[in-house]
């Protein structure tokens, strides 16, 4: 499941160049045959049956190419709804599918039709069973970024994907087990994993809520969620994201799950949150771009590294003349005071001190001497997690302390800090 989800998000990242390069090559769909309204295949097959299918690919690309065909097993995604390990043979319900072609060549507007087979084995248990025919072209992209010597080699993997539903008869069972509750997130949102397995053999779509308590048993929030498609026999740890951040320490979960037409399951796990879950929950927190001349070893990088310094210095200078300087003012309001009270211990006192002169009123304070400084600043911000507080909007916060300029102040994350020292 992780190797599925890290491909999900992979494919988004290359959206943009995918598109871009489809358009001018080879793409491929799929149509099933003899199913307009439903979109894909649904059988009742008995244990040792089989069934004939078919399926229509079509090349809606502006070039020829090769369409590469073969079956995927279903399962549960990480946010439930049906998902296709396409990366792995099939080892369980895509094994029942055989197709009579798996690669052939076609012409841009050209269309194909490819029966295939599906075949339930003797031993298959009842239950509503999932694979995926899938269609794929690939291709690569080389990209070279401005100013690098190197030409970075993307690989395009363009999928579609029909699913073949297959119902063997018998008894429904509608089950789930729930596991232990984890804690984790990014990007500063905080969210309770909570392990959920289906135990039985049809299809589901389960609602459920989360009761948080803390320590002494005073309740934190409750969740509601709603899952999509869940397949049987099928395992995910669900993400619920929490509205009011938690603190660490120690905490224990009311989950209770609902099914349709089947009965309701409860647990009380309970889980802990720690420093460093909070860090890893918030590590976005980190400076929005590299400090210049701190890697490297390039000529440019030294100049840069250079620059950066004596912008250091001339900041500590600017902030030690401006003490030294209000030093003196002070001294020099103090001086005539001490001439007037002060007597040697051999002195007689002969009548009472006169009255302290009031107090001058203290000047304006003078503009920060590094406000210049910190409105020209690109802002490297340092975070200290270890002193987060946290509000009462549920929100921690963070000191973040700018390496170049010396600004410090409580802020969500980079962006919240940066929009506070524009501000």
């Known amino acids: 499941m992780r190797r599925l989800a890290a491909v999900v998000v992979l494919a988004g990242l290359v959206v943009v160049p995918a598109a871009q390069a489809a358009a001018k090559g080879a793409v491929f769909g799929l149509r099933a045959v003899g199913n307009p309204k439903l979109g894909y295949f649904v059988y009742s097959l008995a244990p040792g ?24 097993d279903g399962t549960t995604g990480p946010t439930s709804g049906t998902v296709y390990k396409t990366d792995t043979p099939p080892t369980q319900t895509g094994s029942w599918v055989s197709l009579s072609k798996t690669s052939f060549a076609l012409a841009p507007g050209a269309h194909r039709k490819v029966p295939f087979t599906v075949h339930v084995p003797r031993g298959a248990k009842p239950g509503q069973w999932v694979a995926g025919i899938v269609a794929e072209t690939s291709q690569r992209v080389a990209e070279q970024k401005p100013g690098q010597k190197a030409r970075v080699q993307i690989k395009i993997r363009d999928l579609t994907i029909v699913a073949v539903q297959v119902n063997v008869p018998g008894p429904k069972r509608i089950g789930f087990t729930i596991g232990n509750v984890t804690t984790g997130g990014s990007g ?13 053999n049809v299809l589901t779509k389960p609602r459920g809520t989360i009761t948080i308590y803390d320590k002494s048993g005073a309740v ?58 909070v860090k890893q929950v918030f590590s976005s927190a980190q400076p929005t771009q590299t400090v210049p001349g701190i890697a490297g070893g390039s000529s440019s990088t030294g100049i840069a590294r250079w620059i950066y310094f ?76 270890d002193r987060g507080r946290l509000g009462d909007d549920g929100v921690w916060r963070f000191p973040h302390h700018c390496r170049s300029c010396g600004l410090e102040l409580l802020a969500r994350d980079v962006a919240d800090a940066s929009e506070q020292a524009r501000g």
Not at 360 to 375: D, I, K, L, M, N
């Open 49 to 72: 049956s089989t069934k004939q299918g078919a399926v229509i690919v079509s090349n809606v690309g502006t070039a020829a190419g090769t369409a590469k065909l073969f079956t995927a």
């Open 188 to 200: 500063g949102f905080q969210k309770v994993f909570v392990h959920l397995l289906s135990t039985g």
């Open 220 to 277: 934190v929030e409750t969740l509601p969620f709603t899952l999509d498609t869940f397949l049987p026999q099928t395992a995910i740890d669900y993400p619920v994201l929490l509205k009011k951040a938690l603190r660490p320490g120690d905490y224990s979960a009311l989950v209770r799950l609902t099914v349709p037409g089947g009965p309701a399951v409860t647990a009380r796990p309970r889980f802990s949150v720690t420093n460093t879950d």
């Open 310 to 385: 004596v912008a250091a210095a001339v900041v500590a200078a600017l902030l030690l003349g401006a003490a030294a300087l209000l030093a003196r003012r002070r001294r020099g309001r103090r001086e005539p005071e001490q001439e007037t009270t002060l007597q040697h211990p051999a002195d007689e006192i002969t009548a009472p001190p006169p009255p302290a002169p009031a107090p001058e009123p203290e000047p304006e304070p003078e503009p920060r001497p590094e406000a210049q400084q910190v409105a020209n600043c690109d802002h490297h911000w340092e975070v200290a997690y």
